[in-house]
T-cell receptor, first 113, second 115 residues
Framework: DGGITQSPKYLFRKEGQNVTLSCEQN?????MYWYRQDPGQGLRLIYY???????QKGDIAEGYSVSREKKESFPLTVTSAQKNPTAFYLC????????????FGDGTRLSIL | AQTVTQSQPEMSVQEAETVTLSCTYDTSESNYYLFWYKQPPSRQMILVIR??????QNATENRFSVNFQKAAKSFSLKISDSQLGDTAMYFC????????????FGQGTRLTINP
């Protein structure tokens, strides 16, 4: 079955450490997205990529970095510059057309040790 | 800039009842799409229903329907004959067709269906 796979499901970060969240899709989608979800809040866009080797900052990109070297992969790195990284992170993909819904992974919960 | 507002943080109804979740949005664009997503306790986001702004007819998907009032910029979700499996967070979202086509989400409404 086609879908989006996020790993790991749970991740712990130490002070000063960078961590990378994986997102892989086999839906042949051009566009991929990273969202952050905090309790009581909706999803906020961190980064998005509409095509391979290109990506743009979303609304809360500070302290995060991404790469898009392959169509099916869009890893997110949470750097030490992100001072409040504890959150639920969701990856999504779409065929890039506005009317098509985004397909979401199961998420990664990141916590600070 | 787009904004989406859900004014009901939590709602609770009995099984088989009908419930309506509210959503308002603000955009200066004329071409856009609106979505309702469901996030059950498993945390996976699932599309419930979508509406094209240029269509006056309200979208319907089985027990789920919307009341789209374009002039009022309102997009409410009605769930008929509610079931225990409808218990979830519900998010309203909008996307404009021009430019970056970013999906903007509301804060969510936590819906509980009681047996």
């Amino acid at each position: 079955d086609g879908g989006i796979t996020q790993s790991p499901k749970y991740l712990f970060r130490k002070e000063g450490q960078n961590v990378t969240l994986s997102c892989e899709q086999n839906l042949n989608h051009d566009a991929m997205y990273w969202y952050r979800q905090d309790p009581g809040q909706g999803l906020r866009l961190i980064y998005y990529s509409q095509i391979v080797n290109d990506f743009q900052k979303g609304d809360i990109a500070e302290g995060y970095s991404v790469s898009r070297e392959k169509k099916e992969s869009f890893p997110l790195t949470v750097t030490s510059a992100q001072k409040n990284p504890t959150a639920f992170y969701l990856c999504a993909s779409s065929d890039g057309r506005a009317w098509q819904p985004q397909h979401f992974g199961d998420g990664t919960r990141l916590s600070i040790l | 800039a787009q904004t989406v507002t859900q004014s009901q943080p939590e709602m609770s109804v009995q099984e088989a009842e009908t419930v309506t979740l509210s959503c308002t949005y603000d955009t200066s664009e004329s071409n856009y799409y609106l979505f309702w997503y469901k996030q059950p306790p498993s945390r996976q986001m699932i599309l419930v229903i979508r509406q094209e702004a240029y269509k006056q007819q309200n979208a319907t998907e089985n027990r789920f329907s919307v009341n789209f009032q374009k002039a009022a910029k309102s997009f409410s979700l009605k769930i008929s004959d509610s079931q225990l499996g409808d218990t979830a967070m519900y998010f309203c979202a909008s996307v404009i067709i021009q430019g970056a086509q970013k999906l903007v989400f509301g804060q969510g409404t936590r819906l509980t269906i009681n047996p």
